[in-house]
């Protein structure tokens, strides 16, 4: 869910920020200034950031990796880890 409205916004103010510099530059001072669009910014690239790991998960996974209960159960983790830390690395991106 948060992807689909995450797109329904990031997709024109990409194309608003692509227009001039001008545009770019208004769009990061907006970024850099309202918390709310931070937030909004770290929940869609969270939720893209687990979405990425969870379709290379799947794609590792029918090639006949991990396929059994345990090797699913530590690739599902790893996964989930992987998300955390891309999560993490997206709010020191946003907020530093």
């Avoid at 907006?30 to 969270?46: C, G, N, P, Y």
């Avoid at 990796?65 to 996964?79: D, M, N, P, V």
Wanted: one cysteine or more; proline letters at 2%; aromatic letters at 16%.
């Amino acid at each position: 869910m948060v992807m689909w409205v995450g797109f329904a916004f990031y997709l024109p103010t990409l194309w608003y920020s692509l227009q001039s510099p001008e545009n770019f530059a208004l769009l990061h001072a907006l970024r850099d200034e309202s918390t709310i669009i931070q937030l909004f910014l770290w929940a869609f690239l969270t939720a893209m950031g687990y979405y990425l790991c969870g379709g290379v998960k799947h794609l590792i996974q029918e090639a006949g990796h991990f396929e059994s209960l345990e090797g699913g159960a530590q690739i599902s983790w790893a996964c989930i880890a992987i998300g955390v830390l891309l999560s993490m690395l997206s709010g020191v991106w946003i907020w530093l």
